[in-house]
């Protein structure tokens, strides 16, 4: 456990960030879990809005966004 209240703070303050991440992680597979059951534009649109909010965020790197972009939009034009 801290012991500094500076350390405390941090300690706060990193667990409020890990919940907010937990959800955006939690949205981001269910777009894409949504997007491959039924592969649609509309699908396809919110994946491509929650990757790049969790990139900006920092959830998950830009370039791992960008690979998983690139792989559902793939999916589109095969069916």
Known sequence: MPITSSA???LRSSRHKR???I???DALKDAI???RTNPSLS???LAFKTLDKAAKRGVIKR???SRKKSRLARLL???
Do not use: E, P, Y
């Open 77 to 79: 034009v095969i069916r």
């Open 23 to 25: 959800m955006r992680k």
């Open 33 to 35: 879990k949504t997007h």
């Open 8 to 10: 405390k703070k941090a």
């Open 63 to 65: 370039g791992n966004a």
């Open 43 to 45: 699908a396809l649109s």
């Open 19 to 21: 919940a907010f991440n």
